[in-house]
């Protein structure tokens, strides 16, 4: 009689335990759901007297729950944060932010300025995804080391929705794996880098990580895309990233938007590029 009961108070369950996590933070979820289906697992195994599902399932679990805080952690968010953190999300960009002025360029004038360096520094994020620019961005490098160019990719751990998002978008591309570099090494070269490409990343590039202790991200590492010669930002309007907030990145003297779908924009680059100038 009282099967059916559990069952439906078991769905209710579930339904109230997910619906306060922010949709983006659908993978820290995943993982969390596999973390509680392993718990299930070693429950059942207790039931069945089955040792295997007992250790499978701990296995599963301990395994789900370590991923998802180390996602949590490299995200400077706390788990409670994840997992209720979506009841009364307000993301606007401050009305102080809109006043400050961002200087704008075209895809030709990244050109020129990419045509002119001898380090880059490609850093991708969520826009890239959503583009799909990854193989445009794979033209843009070959153009670029064509002409001795140094070209690395800066790997941010939450850049994208999920672990490994970028890896996995260049790895498709081809791009060499030995060039992607994780946000602390490629951290230590950022003042030598002539130009850095943000290619639709918003957050992990925030300068107000390190500076502001009122922002959400205080205290998530960035890199350091700031601290480079000239840094062009390729998204499609001035909106704020996941976390919802300003980036003073766009508005610094050394930054340059250029406004743009990132594959439509690349593509306009490579164009330029294969134009060729000839300088390098
Ligand atoms: P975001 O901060 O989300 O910024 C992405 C930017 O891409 C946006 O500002 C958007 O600006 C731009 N964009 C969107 N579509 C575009 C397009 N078609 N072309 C060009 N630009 C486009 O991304 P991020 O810097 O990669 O940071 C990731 C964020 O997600 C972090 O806050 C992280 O904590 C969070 N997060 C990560 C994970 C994992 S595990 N990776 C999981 C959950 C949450 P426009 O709209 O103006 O174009």
Known sequence: MLFPVVIVLSLVFGVLLIIPIGGADMPTVISLLNS???LAAVAMGFVLENKLLIVAGALDGSS???????????????????????????????????QRTHRTAT????????????????????????????????????????????????????????PGHMNVLLAEADIPYD???????????????????????????????????????????I????KAHTVFAIKRSMSPGFAGIDNELYTADNTMMVFGDAKAVIGDIVKALSGGSGIH
């Open 36 to 38: 509680y289906a392993g």
């Open 64 to 98: 789900g729950l370590i991923l998802s805080i180390i996602m949590c952690r490299a995200m400077n968010r706390s788990f409670t944060n994840v997992l209720f953190g979506a009841f009364g999300q307000v993301q606007k960009a401050s009305a102080a932010a809109e």
């Open 107 to 162: 895809a030709q004038d990244a050109a020129q300025m990419l045509e002119l360096a001898s380090r880059v520094v490609i850093v991708p994020g969520y826009g890239m995804a959503v583009a799909q620019a990854q193989h445009r961005v794979r033209e843009l490098y070959d153009q670029l080391t064509k002409r001795g160019i140094d070209v690395r990719f800066a790997i941010h751990p939450v850049a994208g929705r999920m």
């Open 179 to 221: 060039h992607l570099i994780e946000a602390e090494d490629v951290n230590a070269d950022m003042p030598q880098t002539d130009v850095v490409l943000v290619v639709g990343a918003n957050d992990i590039v925030n300068p107000g990580a390190r500076t502001d202790e009122s922002s959400p991200i205080y205290g998530m590492p």
């Open 223 to 226: 890199i350091d895309a700031d």
